[in-house]
């Protein structure tokens, strides 16, 4: 199948999970995890009406996007991956949205690096709900010393949580980990009145159906649009 049609599929059945759900027609936004695919697939993406696309590496995402970039102004660009604060300022001219805010240390970059450049980004805190690999903010305290710092920053803004649910057949295990998210995702709302936690980033290609039941409002897309990975 052609990335045009996986696109279409994809969205056929983000739309019917909506309604099943109960929720109202796009209030899903679609994020096409592009990482280990060519530009000419990003162009294809493009071609088929996607604008947002997700990367997880900052080499890889300046080799692809910055031509791309230049020309297909509509593009926007996420990073999703772990980000090392010694890359925070090449990525920043690049994108809308780190989603990966999973420490103080990196905020703090980011915060520094935008207020330099007087260019504002919109962060998610990742939120570790599960997933093997332990990315993301461990517990409600760190959480929450983050945002602390975050109030205080110009060029930053809080949009809201992201996390990775345990890459698990065990139905239960993946709901709970998008449960615990959005319980924290109101959790934030209420303790942080005037920030934006309207954001809940969850659901990838093996999940996102149940992500959706569950609340998410951006779902991250690799394999079901580009294919498997090599
Ligand atoms: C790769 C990746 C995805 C997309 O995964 P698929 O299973 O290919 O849809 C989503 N989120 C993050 C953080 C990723 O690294």
Redesign the pocket.
Same mark, same amino acid.
């Given at each position: 199948m052609s990335i045009a049609e996986n696109l279409e599929r994809v969205t056929a059945s983000v739309r019917e999970a909506e309604l099943k759900a109960g929720r109202k027609p796009g209030s899903v936004e679609l994020l096409a995890?592009s990482?280990f695919n060519p530009a000419e697939s990003v162009l294809a993406a493009l071609r088929a009406g996607q604008c947002l696309f /997700?990367e997880?590496r900052v080499q890889e995402a300046r080799e692809k996007f910055e031509g791309l970039r230049r020309d297909n102004p509509a593009l926007r660009l996420h990073l999703? @991956?772990t980000l090392q604060r010694n890359k925070v300022r090449h990525i920043l001219p690049m994108v809308e949205c780190v989603q +990966?805010v999973d420490r103080v240390e990196l905020l703090s970059e980011i915060g520094k690096r935008a207020a330099e450049t007087k260019k504002s980004v919109d962060v998610l805190f990742e939120f570790h709900t599960g997933e093997q690999s332990k990315a993301g903010f461990p517990d409600e305290t760190s959480l929450l010393k983050a945002i602390d710092l975050l109030a205080g920053m110009e060029y930053v803004r809080c949009r809201g949580l992201m996390t990775?649910a345990p890459w698990s057949t065990d139905e239960k295990a993946v709901r709970a980990s998008f449960r615990a998210l959005a319980a924290m995702g109101e959790s934030c709302s209420r303790r942080y009145p005037n920030l934006d936690f309207s954001t809940l980033s969850m659901g990838? +290609? /093996?999940d996102y159906r149940i992500a959706i039941e569950e609340g998410s409002t951006l779902i !991250?897309? @690799?394999?079901?649009i580009f294919g498997e !990975?090599t």
């Amino acid at each position: 199948m052609s990335i045009a049609e996986n696109l279409e599929r994809v969205t056929a059945s983000v739309r019917e999970a909506e309604l099943k759900a109960g929720r109202k027609p796009g209030s899903v936004e679609l994020l096409a995890v592009s990482k280990f695919n060519p530009a000419e697939s990003v162009l294809a993406a493009l071609r088929a009406g996607q604008c947002l696309f /997700g990367e997880n590496r900052v080499q890889e995402a300046r080799e692809k996007f910055e031509g791309l970039r230049r020309d297909n102004p509509a593009l926007r660009l996420h990073l999703i @991956g772990t980000l090392q604060r010694n890359k925070v300022r090449h990525i920043l001219p690049m994108v809308e949205c780190v989603q +990966s805010v999973d420490r103080v240390e990196l905020l703090s970059e980011i915060g520094k690096r935008a207020a330099e450049t007087k260019k504002s980004v919109d962060v998610l805190f990742e939120f570790h709900t599960g997933e093997q690999s332990k990315a993301g903010f461990p517990d409600e305290t760190s959480l929450l010393k983050a945002i602390d710092l975050l109030a205080g920053m110009e060029y930053v803004r809080c949009r809201g949580l992201m996390t990775m649910a345990p890459w698990s057949t065990d139905e239960k295990a993946v709901r709970a980990s998008f449960r615990a998210l959005a319980a924290m995702g109101e959790s934030c709302s209420r303790r942080y009145p005037n920030l934006d936690f309207s954001t809940l980033s969850m659901g990838m +290609s /093996g999940d996102y159906r149940i992500a959706i039941e569950e609340g998410s409002t951006l779902i !991250r897309i @690799g394999t079901a649009i580009f294919g498997e !990975r090599t």
